[in-house]
């Protein structure tokens, strides 16, 4: 009979691991891209001629400068909320992935 050597079988747990950890990477990576990106709130990407934001900016009563100032404080708020969501869904969703990645890599070199 034969028998596989020890080194072998660390090759062959080393590859298998390799392929589970970023098979694994790859759909949390595909399937959070979409839960994170593919739902994000409209006002976060509303520009000054959309709908909902005319409807907001309607409040903004007085001077033209008021007036302007007002729009522009609610044109403003929603680029830096829509920054701060993305760049968080953004490392929600990178995190795991890279953390699995490290924690593996330093089991890897155990197992060698």
């Known amino acids: ?7 072998v079988e660390r090759q062959r747990l080393r590859r298998t691991g390799d392929r589970a950890v970023t098979i694994g990477c790859v759909i949390w990576l595909v399937a959070s891209g979409w839960l994170f990106f593919g739902t994000v709130p409209p006002e976060i ?7 909902a934001m005319q ?4 409040v903004c009563e007085g001077t033209f400068q ?4 007002c729009k522009q404080a609610f044109l403003l708020s929603g680029e830096r ?31 060698a």
């Open 1 to 7: 009979m034969f028998q596989s050597s020890p080194h």
């Open 66 to 69: 008021q007036r302007f100032e």
């Open 45 to 51: 990407v509303d520009n000054h001629t959309s709908k």
């Open 55 to 58: 409807q907001r900016m309607r």
């Open 81 to 111: 909320w829509g920054f701060a969501v993305a760049i968080n869904r953004l490392m929600l969703m990178c995190a795991p992935a890279v953390t699995a990645w490290i924690v593996w890599s330093i089991l890897r070199r155990r197992i």
